[in-house]
């Protein structure tokens, strides 16, 4: 199979109401990435998906892992369901299965939405609630037809880097930003494995 991270791939930064992630933010202060390179364009997936799925059939791949963006469902976070995000990731499930690729999706690739970040984001023990929200709608959505899931792609990377390195959005830094987070990011997969058995 192929992975791929939603913010790596579908640019569209803004499009049909998705909210502001982490990374957008991160992105756009000087000297942060290599060239001043940002995630608005990228590959342009959220408008050629189809090409893309078609290049994984044709070689014949049978899987295709991607990543739900919480900001694409959830443009703050929590509150009002997206619905332009989730007929999106509806368009690209139905379309992989069409073409017999099969989905499989991950629910958290390190694209927190930046009005959590505000609130304390991975640091804030509230989140294991706004993740398990987050988790129970991708379930609720798409579990008919997908049924292989990842609940969060490397938690000890994006805790690491982020929060205690800083190199990483949202570049926070020290021993007190990075214990709350792992732990959070633990009892989030935990609860993300209860939501998707369920």
């Not at 933010?25 to 990228?42: A, C, E, M």
């Not at 949202?170 to 935990?190: D, E, Q, S, Y």
Request: charged share 20%; aromatic share 12%.
């Amino acid at each position: 199979g192929v992975s791929v991270a939603a913010l790596q791939i579908e640019g569209a930064c803004d499009a049909d109401g998705k909210g502001e992630s982490i990374w957008d933010v991160f992105s756009s202060k000087k000297g942060r990435i290599l060239n001043g390179d940002h995630p608005r364009q990228t590959c342009n997936f959220y408008n050629e998906y189809k090409q893309d799925i078609d290049i994984i059939a044709e070689l014949n791949i049978p899987c295709f892992r991607f990543s739900i963006s919480w900001t694409r469902i959830l443009p703050n976070g929590t509150g009002d369901i997206n619905q332009d995000g989730i007929d999106f990731y509806n368009r690209v499930i139905d379309y992989c299965i069409s073409k017999g690729v099969e989905p499989w999706l991950t629910i958290y690739h390190w694209d927190l939405p930046q009005a959590l970040e505000d609130k304390g984001g991975w640091t804030n023990r509230e989140i294991v609630s706004w993740f398990t929200n987050f988790a129970t709608i991708c379930a609720e959505n798409f579990g008919d037809r997908v049924k292989h899931w990842m609940v969060m792609n490397e938690p000890g990377v994006f805790t690491g880097a982020g929060y205690f390195l800083g190199i990483h959005a949202p570049g926070r830094t020290g021993l007190r930003n990075f214990l709350p987070a792992i732990h959070h990011a633990v009892l989030c997969m935990a609860e993300g494995g209860r939501v998707l058995r369920k």
